[in-house]
């Protein structure tokens, strides 16, 4: 079992925000990093860090965090923001990683 | 270009043993991390250990320790991951990353049936 969080299913009407959770305990002292998977393809980091985004991914990607909830928000979602998410970050040890079980977006 | 190409696709019997690898490619191979993730069909992302191929210093998720083996061969900017005996659970995508996330190979789908 993943000692991070994720609501299986979210769905957000186009054009509208939708904001993503991760809980753990773990997140009260390190950051996590998002990971957004389309059917068939590897994951892409979205956003890393205190609320990072890499090169090309859109600025309506955006991370917070408070206590042991991160999110990630997606202000304006586009159809082609419909994927599986992935929140990541440190375990309780601090030295092993972990992955959240994953959220689907629905863009209706 | 930063990017980690991965060897193709494995087809395995039970108890085979098997090694794919990862390769880097446009960075300094040895300041990055390299992650190993599987994910089996239809499931999430699961991480499986680390390397540092500065040092070859691993650290394993305790789900895989023991059944799984990371190394790493700087001359070659590749790191690999190992099964002395696989087994038909072993079945699934297996993805290499850096540290940082970014980028992530393109996958090595691994089957193992008899």
């Known amino acids: 079992s993943s000692e991070l969080t994720q609501d299986p299913a979210v769905s957000v009407a186009l054009g509208q925000t939708v904001r993503i959770t991760c809980q753990g305990d773990?997140?009260?002292?390190?950051?996590a990093s998002w990971y957004q998977q389309k059917p068939g393809q590897a994951p892409v980091l979205v956003i890393y860090?205190?609320?990072n985004r890499p090169s090309g991914i859109p600025d309506r990607f955006s991370g917070s965090s408070s206590g042991s909830t991160a999110s990630l928000t997606i202000t304006g979602a586009q159809a082609e923001d419909e994927a599986d998410y992935y929140c990541?970050?440190?375990?309780?040890?601090?030295?092993?990683?972990?992955f959240g079980g994953g959220t689907k977006l629905s863009v209706l | 270009e930063v990017k980690l190409v991965q060897s193709g696709a494995e087809v395995k019997k039970p108890g085979e043993s098997l090694r794919i690898s990862c390769q880097g490619s446009g960075y300094s191979f040895t300041t990055y991390m390299i992650v190993w993730v599987r994910q089996m069909p239809g499931k999430g992302l699961e991480w499986m250990g680390r390397?540092?191929?500065?040092?070859?210093?691993?650290y394993y998720s305790p789900s895989f320790q023991g059944h799984v083996t990371i190394s790493v061969d700087k001359s070659l900017s590749t790191a690999y991951l190992h099964w002395s005996s696989l087994k038909a659970s072993d079945t699934a995508m297996y993805y290499c990353?850096?540290?940082?996330?970014?980028?992530w190979g393109q996958g090595t789908l691994v089957t193992v049936s008899s």
């Open positions: 990541n970050s440190r375990d309780s040890s601090g030295i092993i990683w972990v």
């Open positions: 773990s997140l009260r002292g390190y950051y």
């Open positions: 860090g205190r609320n």
């Open positions: 390397i540092d191929p500065s040092d070859s210093y691993t």
């Open positions: 990353t850096r540290g940082s996330g970014d980028p």
